[in-house]
């Protein structure tokens, strides 16, 4: 039993970029790991997010397009600050909140287009426990989560990544890839400019010597044919679906996993029962639906946002579609057979930020890694 006198008294840890980095937010295998521990608590319910059914990606402020006031924000592309609270409980047992702004201008100031931090409590008193950088910390655990499909998805022995979009969201997500299917060693992109493209390949051949073959490919048909496993990665407009990266029946190999966590539409031919279509947590898109105008994927532009739609419309039965928690606890079957084409829709949540700040804020411990600051001695307010 702790001492109580000594309760009211509560520090906390401040980790900075290089601290997190020394704190291994950078290891994407243990981060697959980690996020594959996570979806099996999904999957048992032992977790809370935000909204009525616990399971809203965060709360979100916007502004209009016209306001009164000179110094509000105007809405350009991405302006937003953004609040994403969740508990995780299993091994974890913690809660916590990432916050960012984001704001595609920054770029013009050398920043990166979303800034986020985020805040680890004590579950049981709610006391903070870190606080931290969590630019990273985002861009890890959202990458991990295509790697843990690919391991339950992703047919054995895959060679071959098409990617769409060379930014840092394309770095982690093959990084995850790696981890999950060690024989890749070739690697088609496309991007938009060649400067994205140069660093990406840099970095692919800084950090993955295995890739023996990185091809620039001119069109998304080429990212996507003769691939072993697909990813798109690359931000754009939102609003009509026509305009959105496209995934024909046609180009897609028997026996390739697609993983989508940027906009992304597709045809009919992909629409066809035969094309396992898996999210990564049910409630999430359920949450998503009930809190957004229809056609929701004109809005959301993620392809399992284009299933609730599909299900709206009843082209598509709501039995068909498939829960990552689910597979990877056991309760659903992963890959079934070597011909079978399967798409999953990332949408990323709250909970992946506790799970993957929780193991970093204990290797902090472990390490003495980061500043501990006091937030009081003693309480004024009781």
Avoid at 203 to 222: C, F, G, L
Avoid at 250 to 259: T, Y
Avoid at 311 to 326: P, Y
């Amino acid at each position: 039993m702790k001492d109580l006198p000594n309760l009211p008294k509560i520090d906390f840890l401040y980790l900075s970029e290089p601290d997190m980095i020394a704190a291994g937010v950078t290891d994407m295998p243990a981060c697959v790991d980690c996020m594959e521990e996570m979806f099996a608590l999904l999957h048992h319910g032992d977790y809370r997010m935000a909204g009525p059914n616990s399971d809203s990606h965060g709360a979100m402020v916007t502004f209009p397009e016209n306001s009164p006031f000179e110094t509000m924000p105007k809405p350009t592309a991405d302006r937003r600050f953004m609040a994403m609270p969740a508990y995780l409980g299993g091994s974890f047992c913690t809660a916590g909140v990432k916050w960012y702004g984001s704001n595609i201008a920054n770029k013009d100031k050398g920043l990166p287009r979303s800034i986020l931090m985020f805040t680890l409590n004590d579950a049981d008193t709610g006391a903070p426990l870190a606080y931290m950088s969590a630019n990273l910390l985002s861009a890890y655990r959202t990458g991990a989560v295509p790697g843990v499909g690919a391991r339950h998805l992703a047919r054995k022995g895959s060679k071959v990544v098409g990617i769409f979009g060379p930014g840092v969201m394309a770095r982690t997500t093959l990084a995850a890839f790696i981890a999950a299917c060690p024989e890749i060693d070739t690697v088609k992109v496309k991007g938009r400019g060649q400067r994205s493209l140069d660093v990406f390949i840099d970095w692919v051949k800084e950090n993955y010597p295995q890739i023996t073959d990185i091809r620039i490919v001119d069109d998304i048909e080429a990212v996507v044919r003769d691939s072993d496993i697909v990813t798109y990665c690359a931000s754009g407009e939102v609003g009509n679906p026509d305009d959105y990266p496209m995934v024909k029946r046609e180009w897609v190999k028997p026996g390739a996993f697609l993983a989508m966590p940027a906009p992304c539409n597709f045809d009919a031919g992909m629409e066809a029962d035969d094309v396992r279509k898996v999210l990564d947590n049910t409630g999430l898109y359920e949450a998503w639906y009930e809190e957004v105008p229809h056609p929701a994927h004109n809005v959301i532009p993620l392809v399992g946002v284009k299933f609730m739609d599909m299900i709206a419309a009843g082209t598509m039965a709501s039995e068909a579609l498939e829960d990552l928690g689910a597979i990877v606890a056991g309760a659903a079957d992963g890959r079934r057979n070597e011909e079978e084409i399967i798409l999953m829709s990332v949408g990323g949540m709250p909970v992946e930020d506790v799970a993957w700040g929780t193991v970093l804020y204990r290797n902090a411990l472990a390490r003495g890694i980061g500043t501990k600051l006091n937030l009081w001695d003693e309480p004024v307010l009781r």
